[in-house]
Structure formats: structure tokens, C-alpha cells
């Protein structure tokens, strides 16, 4: 129902835009959000949009590397990430909730995520 794109291979410095498309179903009226999940670590949040464009990133994303957006047309949300470090890399979901928690155990609906690898 929704699936993430847009990963990859890329050197550090560089840039990727990650793509979320829902299908099967309608996310009108989510809030959706991208988490990450590196190597031995926990999944965080990353940053979220609300339905009516209300965005809230981490602390570690807050940084102006990260910009989310979605269009609700095409039921797709993105997230722009520049001047990609290695630290970066990581698995990234995206992720779709009702409850306006922005933590994992707060998501309803999650795709499969893309893997970001940055070489250093």
C-alpha cells in the first residue's frame, strides 16, 4: 500500500529524492512520515508532513539537508536529501498515521523501505 523509491548508491555531497506512493488504498487525512534504520540501530523518525502541509522534522534532520513534501493529487510524499553524509545511510520507510504520534509504534500503515548507502 505504500511504497518507497528513489534510493540508492551515491557519494557524499550528494543528493537523493526519496518518493513514497500509496496504492491500493486512500491516505486522505494521514499524516505521513519517514523514519530511517541503520546498521544495528533502532528506526527513528526522520520527519513528518501532516495532511494540510504542517511539517515537523528531528533534531538530527532539522539541519536543512532534509525537506519533506507531499502531493495529495498523487498520493505521493518525498523527501529531499542534500549533501548526503555517510551517516546517512540507512534503510528509510515511509510511513502513514491517524494518531499525530510521530513514533514507530504511533504509525498505522508502513511500506517497504529503499536503501540509502553514502560512500565516503
Known amino acids: 500500500q505504500l511504497q518507497a523509491s528513489g534510493g540508492g548508491l551515491v557519494q557524499a555531497g550528494g543528493s537523493l529524492r526519496l518518493s513514497c506512493a500509496a496504492s491500493?488504498?486512500?491516505?486522505?487525512?494521514?499524516?505521513m512520515g519517514w523514519f530511517r534504520q541503520a546498521p544495528g540501530k533502532e528506526r527513528e523518525f526522520v520527519a513528518g508532513?501532516?495532511?494540510?502541509?504542517?511539517?515537523?522534522y528531528s533534531a538530527d534532520s532539522m539541519n536543512g539537508r532534509f525537506t519533506i513534501s507531499r502531493d495529495n493529487v498523487k498520493s505521493t510524499v518525498y523527501l529531499q536529501i542534500d549533501t548526503l553524509k555517510p551517516e546517512d545511510t540507512a534503510v528509510y520507510y515511509c510511513?502513514?498515521?491517524?494518531?499525530?504520534?510521530?513514533?514507530?509504534?504511533?504509525?498505522?500503515?508502513w511500506g517497504k523501505g529503499t536503501q540509502v548507502t553514502v560512500s565516503s
Open positions: 510511513a502513514a498515521s491517524s494518531s499525530g504520534r510521530w513514533t514507530t509504534s504511533g504509525m498505522e500503515y
Open positions: 491500493g488504498r486512500t491516505f486522505n487525512g494521514y499524516d
Open positions: 508532513i501532516t495532511w494540510s502541509g504542517g511539517i515537523l
